[in-house]
């Protein structure tokens, strides 16, 4: 089992940043693909980016495409999320994913664990 607990979320002004934490227990996650999602009221959860469990490489959601950063530390069991110049139509709760799949995938289904999240809200 791996246990996964976001951190770093808050309240930040359009055009601000936030780095997001995602720290993993129980198992460490160097041979996990990790993704991150979020979910806005009323909508459903939708990808975000993810990253290999080398770190090597990465895909994006066209939305945050140039604006987040994903990373990993597997020395550290963590995986980052850097988000810059952020929309209120970034405001969401965000959630951390460990996949034990190799392959790339942006659906929420293909991942096997599941952190609890941390909201984040961009004002205008």
């Known amino acids: 089992q791996v246990q996964l607990v976001e951190s770093g979320g808050g309240l930040v002004q359009a055009g601000g940043s936030l780095r997001l934490s995602c720290t993993a227990s129980?198992?460490?996650?160097?041979?996990?693909?990790m993704g991150w999602f979020r979910q806005a009221p009323g909508k459903e959860r939708e990808f975000v980016a993810t990253?290999?469990?080398?770190?090597?490489?990465?895909h994006y959601a066209d939305s945050v495409k140039g604006r987040f950063t994903i990373s990993r530390d597997n020395a550290k069991n963590t995986v980052y999320l850097q988000m810059n110049s952020l929309k209120p139509e970034d405001t969401a709760f965000y959630y951390c994913?460990?996949?034990?799949?190799?392959?790339?995938?942006?659906?929420?289904?293909?991942?096997?664990?599941w952190g609890q999240g941390t909201q984040v809200t961009v004002s205008s």
């Open positions: 994913a460990a996949s034990r799949r190799v392959y790339y995938s942006g659906s929420p289904d293909e991942y096997d664990y």
């Open positions: 129980g198992r460490t996650i160097n041979t996990y693909r």
């Open positions: 990253i290999s469990w080398s770190g090597g490489t990465t």
